[in-house]
């Protein structure tokens, strides 16, 4: 597989939205209702919070792969006063799962924390998302675990996962 990354840019945003709009429906379809993942794409993907997340820190990072753009994270600076960074997001197109662009995407991430001087690089996933299993693969190992109410009756229902380098 010769898949490659590239950093992310503003003009990027219609991109990663697109990506995640055709990666949470099945990534998140048997979890949470649709109105909520409406909401939670519409929360986390408008223009508007890109555009803050990008202003914040977040490292955006683009996977692609045979002519086409199949993927993204998302890394930022973790807890102020606290050697980590946070994984924000880590999403692939449902039909290129499993081709190892995830963990080409997961090593970006790893990279920029320790070139940052951090010492871990953790992420919430919800309890019952696949990549809960990909992430323990990867040695990330669960924390702790929250109920994260984000509005309009709806809830995150997570893990806290860290991996420690």
């Known amino acids: 597989m010769n898949t490659t990354l590239r950093p992310a840019t503003v003009s990027d945003f219609t991109l990663i939205r697109s990506i995640s709009e055709r990666t949470w429906p099945s990534t998140y379809g048997h979890i949470i209702s649709q109105e909520q993942i409406d909401f939670m794409l519409d929360w986390m993907y408008s223009d508007d919070s890109l555009a803050e997340q990008f202003a914040n820190g ?74 809960y299993e990909f992430y323990l693969k990867k040695g990330f190992v669960k924390e702790s675990e929250f109920k994260f109410d984000i509005g309009n009756g709806f809830y995150m229902d997570d893990y806290v996962m860290r991996l420690s380098f």
């Open 58 to 131: 977040h490292q955006f990072f683009i996977a692609h792969f045979n002519g086409e753009d199949i993927g993204f994270c998302s890394v930022s600076k973790g807890e102020e006063g606290k050697q980590e960074h946070k994984l924000n997001k880590l999403y692939i197109l449902p039909n290129i799962q499993k081709s190892g662009a995830g963990s080409l995407l997961l090593n970006k991430a790893v990279e920029i924390a320790k070139a940052a001087g951090s010492n871990s690089l953790y992420l919430q996933v919800n309890k019952h998302n696949n990549a």
